[in-house]
């Protein structure tokens, strides 16, 4: 068996501890005579699969009691609606930093008043606008971001001013990358397929004062509907939820904890973006202050070779390292399951094709 080192932006590499631990439980999981994907959701081996993840999400994050936690379907995408079929009233501010902020943008504006707050649209999102809070709407009901921009390999280091407002987050490629501060915002959500687990899972940290019975609403798009019923109105996404709940455990028990986890990646991210500041092949167009922890694109600013370079870093074992169509060039998204050994080995294929391909150099 060969594994590959996938640097895809999602769905995304897994830790092989989950993998091994979920392939020795395929067939008879917590002593159930099944798999879990074949148990009911109302058994009591489901209702402790759930009821465990959600307990150690708690004590990872930090999240208090006065937060809940739910488990939805319906990917990152269906927040983008959910978020102000919930809670938008008198206006939204969002921060446009990119692809998800956009497509929330246009979420919101079907539903109402929407304002764009800032921007990086100009310069192609390779930075985070820093906003006062004189640039909110006077009466807006909240402030919206996108925390880590995936594609463009943005991140918020610092989280933009909401006096009086809430804030509602979108943190599908970097949450539990590092320790979060829960009490500074009101809502967070994001896609299990990033840093959590399988695609089909989308968690959501909603303060608990926040939710609301409905007579407008339908069930499924109302939040306090999965709260009531623990995330079990209806069939929840079980599997998904189970590898969620390993993920947690090995960042637990493997890792210990997010501050450890951080180290890791900041110690993971700093080698690949000093080598590329030190390339005179690569470079990465982000503001360094803004630069991601998870999403890293670079380019040769020459798109034969960076076609060269996709195709032979795949043949040499990286996978999914193309950027984004609409950034071009590579992206390497090292989310917390990709090993330090990881970029070692792909810093060490890039000085191999940058010694072959520097420029003034026959290409033999
Ligand atoms: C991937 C991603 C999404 C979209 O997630 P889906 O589950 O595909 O809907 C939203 N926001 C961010 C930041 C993402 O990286």
């Known amino acids: 068996m060969t594994r590959v080192y996938n640097f895809s932006a999602g769905p995304a590499c897994l830790p092989e501890w989950v993998l091994n631990k979920a392939s020795e439980e395929m067939l ?3 002593q159930s005579g099944m798999s879990v994907m074949e148990m009911s959701h109302r058994s009591s081996e489901f209702e402790d699969i759930l009821n465990t993840a959600k307990a150690r999400l708690r004590r990872l994050m930090n999240i208090p009691e006065d937060y809940e936690i739910l488990f939805l379907q319906g990917g990152g995408s269906m927040q983008f609606s959910m978020i102000p079929m919930n809670f938008l009233k008198n206006g939204a501010d969002i921060i446009n930093t990119g692809q998800w902020t956009k497509k929330a943008i246009a ?3 079907k539903l109402g008043k929407t304002n764009v707050v800032a921007s990086s649209a100009e310069d192609n999102f390779t930075y985070i606008p820093k906003i006062k809070q004189s640039d909110l709407s006077e009466d807006s009901d909240y402030v919206y971001i996108c925390e880590n921009n995936t594609i463009y390999g943005t991140k918020y280091k610092e989280l933009p001013p909401h006096e009086g407002k809430m804030l509602m987050a979108d943190l599908s490629s970097c949450i539990l990358s590092e320790p979060t501060d829960v009490t500074k915002y009101d ?7 990033k840093n959590i687990g399988p695609a089909g899972v989308t968690l959501v940290i909603i303060k608990k004062d926040l939710l609301k019975d409905s007579d407008t609403l339908p069930s499924m798009l109302n939040y306090k509907t ?3 019923n623990n995330s079990m109105y209806n069939t929840p996404p079980t599997y998904g939820i189970y590898i969620c709940g390993l ?3 090995w960042l637990e028990d493997v890792i210990g904890g ?10 993971k991210a700093n080698l690949l973006y ?3 500041d030190s390339s005179s092949l690569y470079s990465n167009p982000v503001n360094k202050e803004d630069r991601s922890y998870m999403n890293v694109p670079f380019v040769t600013g020459d798109k034969e070779l960076d076609a060269k370079f996709v195709k032979e870093a795949k043949e040499a074992g990286f996978v999914n390292i193309k950027g984004h169509r609409t950034v071009g060039g590579m992206r390497a998204s090292i989310y917390n399951a990709m090993p330090l050994e990881g970029i070692e080995t792909l810093i060490e294929f890039m000085k191999k094709f940058e010694a072959e391909n520097a420029k003034g ?4």
């Not at 997010?258 to 110690?267: A, D």
């Not at 150099?361 to 033999?364: D, K, P, Y």
């Open 274 to 276: 000093d080598y590329i």
């Open 187 to 193: 809502l967070i959500f994001a896609g299990a397929q």
């Open 361 to 364: 150099t026959a290409n033999v």
């Open 28 to 30: 008879d999981a917590h």
């Open 258 to 267: 997010l501050e450890n986890m951080q180290k890791i990646n900041h110690q």
């Open 226 to 228: 999965y709260a009531d």
């Open 107 to 109: 979420e919101h504006k």
């Open 247 to 249: 993920v947690f455990e």
